[in-house]
């Protein structure tokens, strides 16, 4: 009994984190609102704000397999949680665009700490088919957490951006939480002269990866300006779309174990589909609830469905002691898609249509998201066909 009372504990602790990664969107239903106050910033820098934080995050990741030989993973995760808190906070002292960009680079350390070793916790902890399990609720956490930072930051944002700031300070209660309630179980301790190796199925995990966030991230970092009709410039109404976005989350990362019962070694492909359908939808619907927000679910289910995936597979492709290095990989993989997210999309935009519009964007990740499924499942029916006649 006391066994699974720490277990439960654990999974506390686990959303409590996910609570923290949610941070990253406190601005998005705002973005409109930051860049009438800075007309001078460019579109691209305005959306880097969502994504600027995964460019330390991303660093971060990489050293992650090497961090985790010299402190524990909670006291990583700990330091990851304070960083957040007080780079969230920190642009309340001088409203500049410096300032905050800059702050906002700062939170990155932290929710790359974070987005690494939340996953790698579980594996320590949890394994086979529970640990799917637990990395479905950690997956569902960080949807829900999304979904009710979102909302609070399109309804407080309405008063003014700056007021967003303060949704930070939640970081500092999830301090205390995983300081009582997640284990220490110290540093990492290799063999000596042991490498920590990966593999080339986590290679190719991380190249697909980069291809999906580039796209999933670019319906937050887009939505808000999306907006059609009576519904343009209004941060409440991109607040809730991107909690939606973010709400279906919570249940396809709960329904990850019987999603992927059905779509078996397609998971990933699946997701694809999913987001470049809710592309659609955003793409003929702008100005309508309904296909707004059926966009919106689609392309949550996306991002819901493929990140547990992703993280199953990459630290089930390689040996414990590497688990943290390959989910690092992954980490990057997500950084560096959500970072050339709006300098790729944008350019290609401005190419192709002679304008930067939210419309193009769209419809760039629609016809992307929906042959790239389709070339990997070609490639790996010509694999299999040639495996089956050597």
């Not at 997500?334 to 190419?351: D, E, K």
Request: net charge positive; charged share 10%; with cysteine.
């Amino acid at each position: 009994m006391r066994m699974d009372t720490n277990k439960n504990r654990i999974k506390v602790a686990i959303v409590g984190i996910a609570l923290c990664q949610a941070m990253q969107l406190t601005l998005s239903p705002v973005l409109p609102q930051i860049a009438a106050a800075f007309p001078r910033v460019r579109t691209s820098l305005i959306q880097m704000l969502i994504t600027a934080p995964m460019i330390l995050g991303a660093l971060i990741a990489i050293l992650s397999g090497w961090l985790v030989t010299r402190l524990s993973k909670k006291k990583l995760l700990m330091i990851g949680i304070l960083i957040i808190g007080i780079g969230g906070l920190l642009p309340l002292a001088k409203d500049t665009f410096s300032l905050l960009f800059g702050a906002r680079l700062f939170v990155g350390i932290g929710l790359g700490l974070l987005t690494t070793l939340s996953t790698a916790v579980v594996s320590d902890h949890f394994s086979g088919r529970q640990q799917a399990g637990v990395l479905g609720i950690q997956s569902a956490g960080v949807g829900g957490s999304m979904l009710l930072v979102t909302t609070v930051a399109g309804l407080v944002g309405r008063e003014g951006y700056t007021n967003t700031y303060w949704i930070n300070s939640v970081a500092f209660a999830v301090l205390i939480m995983v300081v009582f309630f997640l284990p220490d179980m110290g540093p990492v301790r290799p063999k000596k002269d042991e490498k920590i190796r990966l593999n080339r199925r986590v290679y190719g995990l991380a190249l697909l990866t980069v291809i999906e966030f580039i796209f999933v991230i670019s319906f937050s970092t887009n939505i808000a300006m999306h907006l059609a009709g009576s519904y343009r410039g209004d941060s409440s109404v991109a607040g809730l779309l991107i909690g939606a976005f973010s709400g279906v989350q919570v249940v396809v990362g709960l329904l990850t174990g019987w999603i992927t019962g059905y779509t078996k070694n397609n998971s990933l492909y699946v997701a694809m589909v999913l987001f470049a359908l809710g592309a659609l939808f955003l793409i003929f619907y702008p100005g309508t609830l309904v296909g707004l927000f059926t966009g919106a679910i689609l392309c949550g289910a996306s991002q819901g469905l493929y990140v547990p995936r992703v993280m199953f597979e990459a630290s089930n492709a390689v040996e414990q002691k590497a688990t943290a290095m390959a989910v690092g990989l992954i980490v990057v993989a997500i950084s560096l898609g959500q970072v050339l997210s709006p300098l790729i999309l944008n350019a290609i935009s401005s190419l192709a249509w002679g304008e930067t519009s939210t419309q193009a964007v769209y419809t760039i990740g629609a016809i992307t998201l929906l042959l790239v499924p389709m070339l990997m499942m070609i490639l790996r029916y010509i694999k299999q066909k040639k495996a089956l006649y050597q």
